[in-house]
């Protein structure tokens, strides 16, 4: 059984930084593609930023977050991160960790394994 744990939500200031922290815990656990997405309230999960493990310089980034949001991943740790810096207040949701191993990496279906989600809430 494999647990992702999200942790670092909390209510920020637009236009300050805002560090999120994702753990796998469970059996050995070293996926392909840790991801970020985010939910909305009334809209659907989207996806924020992506890190490759095999992938030299395999980051991706959505159009909205790129230049602010920096993903990071330490493969011994299983972690992510997810550094947000010039937060908006569009940036406001719901923050969920997945893991998984091989398809789109801005796809949901491309995730077996799911975080519970971290609340962020960008005020202005």
């Known amino acids: 059984q494999v647990h992702l744990v999200e942790s670092g939500g909390r209510l920020v200031q637009a236009g300050g930084p805002l560090r999120l922290s994702c753990a796998a815990s469970?059996?050995?656990?070293?996926?392909?593609?840790m991801g970020w997405f985010r939910q909305a309230p009334g809209k659907e999960r989207e996806f924020v930023a992506a890190a490759i493990k095999w992938s030299t310089g395999g980051l991706v980034y959505a159009d909205y977050v790129k230049g602010r949001f920096t993903i990071s991943r330490d493969n011994a740790k299983s972690t992510v991160y997810l550094q947000m810096n010039s937060l908006k207040p569009e940036d406001t949701a719901v923050y969920y960790c997945a893991a998984g191993d091989r398809g789109t990496v801005t796809d949901l279906g491309a995730y077996t394994y799911w975080g519970q989600g971290t609340q962020v809430t960008v005020s202005s």
């Open positions: 469970g059996r050995t656990f070293s996926p392909a593609i």
